[in-house]
């Protein structure tokens, strides 16, 4: 059976971290002085209390999970966490719906960035950068934030982090764990850091360049400023495009490459050639429709393609040009990059090209057959050979991936939202990228406009998509909840 005293310890200490987290938020609030204040006060003694109760109602004294209790965890952590976290927003004022703030605040954990505040800019400095502090949060994943700091807190780390991380490989750096969150996470931070001083370098103010460089590296796509599109510069749109590109690469490779010395350790990765190659070729045919079809100059048009598709692909959702005003067939090539994402392991969403690299060698490997039916020819990825009971998983996400955007996407359709919208939102949520394209939801629109049950399907979308799918649904299934 499920542990649920075990399952409220550890929950407790989660909240204990958010709580001190919005404690920074309400420093800033006293930095700047602003109508914000009081809101962070009460929530962060509403968060801490919180935290106090879940503790108290768990002290087993075996600190060990099991896989069941892992997902119960996994679930539950990024649930309570927006519950929790939207609190700042109502209490404010910015928002006055239960179900936008729910929305608000369960977009930023997933990194999803889809916004239902039409005025972002005239929310104060503390809960601009709440927001911005939620994805990058969530970025890497709450629980694996937990794992890297404080080990012990999360008994069964292993088994939490199969139930959260992305990906159907786990590459190690490390033989623990815990270990490798550290290694993962100083990674994740010296990009972040390294972001926003470039960005300040670039002409960029301290307060955007820190908001900029946490939605960047956590592919979040929240902004400080209406709509998500850099105006700055050219230069700081090709450093955002930079960083976006190495928050959608496998941390663990990066860490190879980069940290190690060992460039050659790109080159022999196939999802990382993948991931380049998805992103030359469609940056290639976007500008050259940009330049025959929209008569733009060559740099604008390779800047504005490069930046669409990197943003896409790693599911990030911001802009530098409103691409519901571009050509229909840019919108197959960025709706496919949507779906496809970038590296597992990375903070990106979607489907993961590594995924895509087993799908293709799965069904050369079906072609082969039919001219070689005896032949044995097992499908590799990095040298490695993938078990079949992984291909069958890899098929059976798919499937569940292709049923739940075509669930969704008849659901809005039945719920009044045109068939564009429909698809857009469903596919752009359950792989956390945000952004739509038509013109009524894109890059330079809220998200405001949707049904209140819409917003409450949306937000399960957004954490269903950042969980993986089976991670959620396996909880709604009756062999999960039996004893045995």
Not at 9 to 15: P, R
Not at 147 to 155: E, M, Q, R
Not at 361 to 385: C, D, M
Request: aromatic content about 14%; hydrophobic content about 55%.
């Amino acid at each position: 059976m499920v542990n649920w005293r075990l399952i409220s310890k550890i929950l407790g200490s989660l909240l204990f971290i958010e709580a001190l987290f919005m404690a920074v938020c309400l420093a800033m609030a006293l930095a700047y002085s602003e109508n914000d204040t009081l809101a962070f006060i009460i929530a962060t003694l509403i968060t801490f209390s919180g935290a106090f109760i879940f503790r108290s109602m768990g002290r087993p004294k075996v600190n060990a999970l099991s896989r069941r209790d892992a997902y119960v965890v996994v679930s539950l952590t990024w649930i309570v966490f927006s519950i929790f976290g939207m609190v700042p927003f109502l209490l404010e004022g910015s928002v006055h719906a239960l179900t936008d703030a729910f929305f608000e605040t369960m977009s930023g954990f997933t990194t999803t960035g889809a916004t239902i505040i039409d005025n972002v800019e005239a929310l104060p400095h503390a809960l601009l950068f709440w927001r911005s502090l939620m994805q990058w949060i969530g970025g890497l994943g709450i629980v694996f934030f937990t794992i890297a700091i404080l080990p012990s807190l999360v008994g069964g780390s292993v088994k939490v982090f199969a139930a959260e991380a992305t990906g159907p490989m786990r590459s190690k750096m490390h033989p623990r764990l815990s270990t490798s969150a550290k290694w993962i996470w100083t990674i994740y931070m010296l990009l972040t850091v390294a972001c926003a001083l470039s960005f300040v370098a670039a002409g960029m103010n301290w307060f955007d360049a820190v908001n900029y460089a946490m939605s960047t590296t956590a592919t979040g796509g929240f902004s400080t400023h209406n709509g998500t599109i850099f105006l700055a510069s050219p230069l700081i749109e090709y450093l955002a495009i930079l960083f976006q590109f190495l928050a959608g690469i496998n941390f663990t490779l990066l860490y190879m490459g980069l940290f190690k010395w060992q460039p050659r350790a790109f080159i022999q990765n196939s999802e990382f050639k993948f991931y380049l190659a998805m992103i030359i070729s469609a940056t290639a045919i976007i500008m050259l429709l940009l330049l025959t079809k929209m008569h733009y100059a060559v740099e604008p048009a390779f800047r504005t393609a490069l930046f669409q598709v990197v943003s896409f692909i790693t599911t990030t959702g911001l802009s530098d040009t409103d691409a519901g005003a571009w050509p229909q067939f840019t919108w197959v090539i960025l709706s496919l990059l949507m779906f496809m994402g970038a590296c597992a392991g990375s903070t990106t969403g979607g489907f993961k090209s590594i995924r895509g690299v087993m799908m293709f060698k799965t069904l050369r490997n079906e072609f082969l057959h039919i001219i070689h039916p005896n032949a044995v020819l097992p499908v590799k990825v990095n040298g490695h050979t993938i078990p079949q009971a992984k291909l069958v998983t890899l098929l059976a996400f798919f499937l569940l991936y292709i049923i739940m955007l075509l669930i969704v996407w008849t659901i809005m359709v039945v719920a009044g939202v045109d068939i564009t919208n429909s698809f857009t939102i469903s596919l752009s949520l359950i792989s956390n990228v945000g952004a739509g394209l038509d013109t009524n939801i894109g890059p330079q629109m809220s998200w405001a406009d949707l049904s209140v049950g819409i917003k409450w399907l949306c937000s399960l979308l957004m954490l269903v998509g950042r969980l993986e799918i089976i991670a959620v649904l396996v909880l709604f299934t009756h062999g999960f909840w039996k004893e045995n």
